[in-house]
């Protein structure tokens, strides 16, 4: 079956130019041409074009790109891995902001206390209970999102709970993909403890990432159908 370029873009819409550069990123197969010059789009074409314009939403560009070629090279398990992880990532940005909220509006850091013997926490426990990585924790201190007391005989950063609230909210509004004046404009609210913006925006980036989360799902439908137009699924196994 052939298709013309102004349908699939229609269709989709977008511009026949978009469809080009994605042809010429090689996240395509080549579309033949005719003895006018003009390109030939199949059923296959179709369903690439499909999958992608259905994946950005949910995994961006650079992951998409990675999936469709890895879809061309007939790997498909590994593409379908690079989608799991992305989903991997989301679950666990989704954990952390409910327990960003549960942080906000309860006293759930009282507990953290009353497990530990001693006032402060290391950037290393730090890490752990919040799954923010030490080099993250340290580049938004750099970026003066956050402050951090030290320890004045070894010189160690040293947390009570009211950084492991920031750092869990920076975590949270990262994630929903607040831009940084955003940010600053919560961290400095926290440190003033007038949290219910906080609170507001906390829950405003739980509900992104439940939207996120759809269009997710909503990409990899797509990416099944094009497994199985390319003969990657066949019989359903």
């Known amino acids: 079956m052939k298709i013309r370029p102004i349908d699939i873009a229609r269709k989709l819409r977008v511009s026949t130019s978009a469809l080009r550069h994605y042809e010429s990123w090689g996240i395509v197969p080549p579309a033949p041409r005719e003895p006018n010059g ?4 199949t059923k296959e074409h179709m369903a690439y074009f499909e999958c992608i314009r259905a994946m950005i939403p949910g995994f961006g560009m650079d992951i998409t790109k990675k999936v469709m070629l890895k879809i061309k090279e007939k790997a498909m398990d590994d593409a379908l891995w690079l989608v799991n992880e992305q989903q991997a990532r989301l679950h666990q940005d989704k954990r952390m902001a409910e327990k960003t909220i549960r942080v906000l509006e309860t006293e759930e850091l009282d507990k953290w206390d009353s ?3 001693r006032k402060w926490m290391t950037i290393g426990e730090v890490s752990f209970e919040t799954g923010v990585p030490r080099s993250a924790i340290r580049h938004w201190e750099k970026e003066g999102l956050i402050t951090l007391p030290r320890d004045q005989e070894n010189g160690y950063r040293k947390f009570n709970r009211a950084q492991v609230r920031q750092i869990l909210m920076i975590r949270t509004l990262r994630s ?4 940084l004046e ?6 400095k609210e926290l440190d003033h403890n007038h949290i219910e913006n906080a609170r507001r925006i906390a829950r405003e980036s739980l509900a992104y990432l439940n939207h996120l989360n759809r269009s997710q799902i909503r990409g990899v439908h797509y990416l099944y159908q094009l497994c199985q137009v390319v003969g990657l699924f066949q019989n359903g196994k």
Do not use: E, S
Not at 38 to 41: K, P
Not at 176 to 179: E, K
């Open 176 to 179: 929903a993909g607040h831009p």
């Open 115 to 117: 497990r530990r013997k």
């Open 182 to 187: 955003v940010i600053r404009h919560v961290m």
């Open 38 to 41: 003009y390109r030939i789009y």
